[in-house]
């Protein structure tokens, strides 16, 4: 190791200060979030809370977790996450297997044909009227076939894939193997880096979309957490929202709020630190072109 | 030497040999290729409706042509004022985000790049990608709790200084800012991956040949890392350009309050209400095959500049 002069130490401490201050940026809003969930009324009508709670209780989260709304809507979005994600990896493997074989005919037209709608979307209308004379509209199905694949995904899996030494997948092909047997014994289990990544990838994806239910959905029994959460913040349904806060203090509302808010983030937060590894390469995959 | 000539012509493998062998793939690709069929290439044809009168009665094939030679609507679309507002507001948004936030991961994967203390490195870049696992609605209730006027923790702190509340989520010019500056905070860590990555990649005999020259930490990140990084700032910045009409609809939409709507209507939401809401299909498909299709032309554009200067483009 060289030697460092003084200056360029202090330009290091520099940068550890940049960083430091960086991720206090991005934290805060998540304490301060915290803090009021976990506050007394009475300090936040007064507005005393910055990033410690006063007055520390846990009366918004014991409101939600007994009200069946919220947690009717947890459970059937954890539901719809664990489904989708299941699906869409089924169809993302299925998408991305075939085309990594050269002798596959008609592969560029169909890598042509799958390229095309990641360019050109036919937009809001078009879709709606689809689903409309599918009949999925106020169908719980409209929250997961619709969304089931995407082709970026596919195209971090496809070069995933591409990876894997072709001398394994030939000697298979000489001992017999049919493709499908290559495709479940050595392609899925040497695969699970960006298994994870893709499962995490579309996961987060449901269960932080809303807009689709929001254009599809009249049901209110199907509405995932995110647009329950859309419909409070913005006092949508405020009859429902009247007879549920009105008795109480403006001050619980805000807790309340806050809670809810902790409750359908806590989930993610939770998962993503263990998937680092796997997901910043994946994320690297789909930066590589062909 | 007969035999032999009758076994040339099968080194082109007859189709039912090759299918007996590669129906399997074919089979897998089946569901996936009917999903696009589906999802992707039917509502293309449901464009038409942008050249017709709709009706619920009639199929799609047998709508009338609307007037104007079918142009009816897009004309309708450019005389209507909200629209213009809609159109007006996805530009300037979005180059706002292009200019502010694309930048942000490049600057924010340069001082990673000075770290040196590698644990420390790592916890960093676990919370710089955080905001990127939260939903607008999550980002956005975040907003209203940070900035609210009385009981938010910025005005709070603003007011404790001596300054005057700022109305961060519900005047038009400072609604902009805020909606730029949480997008970038929600995206500036995730999208420094694949910068990050592109460093990583960096022949380290560059700075170390530079360092026997005596190079400093900027000249060296001027002339080597950035050179390395342009190749992926190019074909982010493409896709970026092609997107410039584009707009997601969750983030605008979960930002949007009565008081901001003249400068925070953006073309998705503009359609969401007019089309799904207000049944206007044939004028609200009209502007997305608009929005589409200068996507496309931006797209195309973008990408044929960046080969024209020399770089390589995204195909």
Not at chain 1, 193 to 205: D, I, K, R, S
Request: net charge positive; hydrophobic share 50%; charged share 15%.
């Amino acid at each position: 190791m060289k030697v460092k002069s003084t200056s360029a130490k202090i330009g290091d401490w520099i940068f550890v200060l940049i960083c430091v201050l960086l991720s206090v940026i991005c934290l805060v809003p998540m304490i301060n979030l915290l803090a009021k969930s976990l506050s007394h009324t009475d300090y936040l009508i007064r507005n005393e809370i910055y990033l410690l709670p006063k007055g520390f209780n846990l009366d918004a989260y014991t409101t939600v977790l007994h009200d069946m709304k919220y947690v009717r809507a947890f459970f059937w979005t954890a539901f719809l996450t664990f489904v989708c994600t299941i699906f869409s990896l089924v169809m993302t493997t299925l998408c991305a297997y075939p085309l990594i074989f050269e002798k596959l005919k008609g592969r560029s037209a169909i890598n042509v044909f799958i390229t095309i709608t990641m360019f050109f979307n036919a937009g809001t209308i078009p879709n709606y009227l689809l689903m409309k004379s599918l009949d999925l509209l106020n169908n719980p199905l409209v929250l997961i076939v619709p969304s089931c694949l995407s082709v970026y995904n596919m195209i971090i899996m496809r070069s995933f894939f591409y990876g894997i030494p072709d001398s394994l997948r030939e000697s298979a092909e000489i001992d017999g193997a049919t493709f499908f047997q290559i495709l479940t014994k050595i392609y899925v289990p040497l695969s699970k880096p960006v298994f994870a990544t893709l499962a995490l990838f579309y996961a987060v994806g449901r269960w932080n979309g809303y807009s689709d239910a929001l254009m599809y959905m009249k049901n209110a029994k199907y509405y995932p957490l995110q647009l329950l959460l859309y419909n409070i913040l913005n006092n949508i349904n405020q009859v429902e929202v009247a007879t549920q806060e009105g008795f109480s203090a403006p001050g619980l509302s805000e807790s309340l709020k806050a809670a809810i808010v902790m409750f359908s983030t806590i989930p993610i937060l939770l998962i993503y630190p263990w998937l680092q590894k796997y997901f910043i390469h994946g994320v690297t995959l789909g930066a590589v072109k062909e | 030497m007969k035999k032999q000539k009758k076994v040339v012509p099968q080194r082109k493998t007859p189709f039912s040999v090759y299918m007996k062998r590669y129906w399997q793939l074919y089979a897998l690709l089946l569901l996936p290729l009917t999903y696009l069929l589906i999802f992707k290439y039917i509502p293309m044809a449901y464009i038409q409706i942008a050249f017709k009168k709709y009706s619920i009665v009639e199929s799609i094939w047998e709508m009338p042509l609307a007037a104007n030679h079918g142009f009816e609507y897009f004309i309708k679309a450019f005389n209507n004022k909200d629209f213009l507002y809609a159109l007006r507001n996805t530009l300037t948004l979005n180059l706002l985000d292009l200019v502010v936030g694309f930048p942000a991961p490049i600057i924010f994967a340069l001082i990673l790049n000075e770290i040196c203390f590698k644990r420390f490195k790592r916890v960093v870049q676990t919370i710089a990608y955080m905001p990127h696992f939260l939903s607008w609605v999550i980002v956005y209730s975040l907003a209203l709790q940070l900035f609210a006027p009385d009981a938010g923790l910025v005005n709070m702190l603003i007011k404790d200084l001596g300054g005057e509340a700022i109305p961060f989520l519900n005047e038009p010019a400072h609604w902009v800012g805020t909606y730029i500056g949480l997008g970038v905070w929600q995206s500036f860590g995730w999208n420094s991956i694949v910068y990050l990555a592109a460093i990583a990649g960096i022949n380290p005999e560059l700075y170390e040949a530079a360092s026997v020259d005596g190079a400093g930490r900027f000249k060296k990140m001027w002339h080597i890392t950035l050179p390395g990084l342009k190749p992926t700032i190019i074909v982010l910045l493409i896709m970026n350009l092609g997107n410039i009409l584009g707009s997601g609809f969750d983030r605008p939409f979960a930002f949007q309050n009565n008081l901001v709507m003249r400068v925070a209507e953006v073309i998705s939401t503009y359609v969401y209400k007019v089309g799904i809401k207000g049944l206007q299909f044939s004028l609200t498909t009209a502007v997305g095959l608009f929005q589409s299709v200068v996507g496309v032309i931006f797209l195309l554009l973008a990408n044929w500049l960046a080969r024209k200067l020399g770089e390589r483009g995204i195909w």
